[in-house]
Antibody, heavy 122, light 111 residues
Framework: QVQLQESGPGLVKPSQTLSLTCTVSGGSISSGGYYWSWIRQHPGKGLEWIGYIYYSGSTYYNPSLKSRVTISVDTSKNQFSLKLSSVTAADTAVYYC??????????????WGQGTLVTVSS | QSALTQPRSVSGSPGQSVTISCTGTSSDVGGYNYVSWYQQHPGKAPRLMICDVSKRPSGVPDRFSGSKSGTTASLTISGLQAEDEADYYCCSYAGSYTYVVFGGGTKLTVL
């Protein structure tokens, strides 16, 4: 059974960089066949896709966040990470990591982490 | 404001059926058969319930079904049970630039 677990600071100061890591267990990121995504949920709001990474390091980001987002992968640790720069209160949200199978004929997220709340405040 | 429009809330009694709609555009819901639905209980991670408009992943009860007509997708839950009370989100592929968009979520109350 694949499991994903987010980790990182729960409080970040405005203008600083938010950094989170997702640790994958029960499967290897380097086996390929999946995109590994970050998705966030503002308090009481809907979901917003942030971006994904493939095990090779190729990425794609939400155009609305692209200038501030960096997603990286560490296959030796079976982890992938999110960095979001120049944060403001509007970036306060629960951040999820999730897995998306790559088939060329489908699009969905089949496994999600439990989520971690990140609050941006001084 | 979310890209896909869902009703904020729906309700039904145990044993009844409810349908949750998800309205998009020809650039997302109407353009691809890649609509998925997620169930989220308070404080929990979203769970995939429907993919590719109407496919049920292994382990999802057959009480859950999905469909699409034009730019509106729908999730129907029949034989409502207390444990179905949760928030439900739709998601659609939106092309190679935007990639995916989500709905704002619908709170299902089982009366």
């Amino acid at each position: 059974q694949v499991q994903l677990q987010e980790s990182g600071p729960g409080l970040v100061k405005p203008s600083q960089t938010l950094s989170l890591t997702c640790t994958v267990s029960g499967g290897s990121i380097s086996s390929g066949g999946y995109y590994w995504s970050w998705i966030r949920q503002h308090p009481g709001k809907g979901l917003e896709w942030i971006g994904y990474i493939y095990y090779s390091g190729s990425t794609y980001y939400n155009p609305s966040l692209k200038s501030r987002v960096t997603i990286s992968v560490d296959t030796s640790k079976n982890q992938f990470s999110l960095k979001l720069s120049s944060v403001t209160a509007a970036d306060t949200a629960v951040y999820y990591c999730a897995r998306e199978p790559i088939t060329g004929t489908t699009n969905y997220f089949d496994y999600w982490g439990q989520g971690t709340l990140v609050t941006v405040s001084s | 404001q979310s890209a896909l429009t869902q009703p904020r809330s729906v309700s039904g009694s145990p044993g009844q059926s409810v349908t949750i709609s998800c309205t998009g555009t020809s650039s997302d819901v109407g353009g691809y058969n890649y609509v998925s639905w997620y169930q989220q209980h308070p404080g929990k991670a979203p769970r995939l319930m429907i993919c590719d408009v109407s496919k049920r992943p292994s382990g999802v009860p057959d009480r859950f079904s999905g469909s699409k007509s034009g730019t509106t997708a729908s999730l129907t839950i029949s034989g409502l049970q207390a444990e179905d009370e949760a928030d439900y989100y739709c998601c659609s592929y939106a092309g190679s630039y935007t990639y995916v968009v989500f709905g704002g979520g619908t709170k299902l109350t089982v009366l």
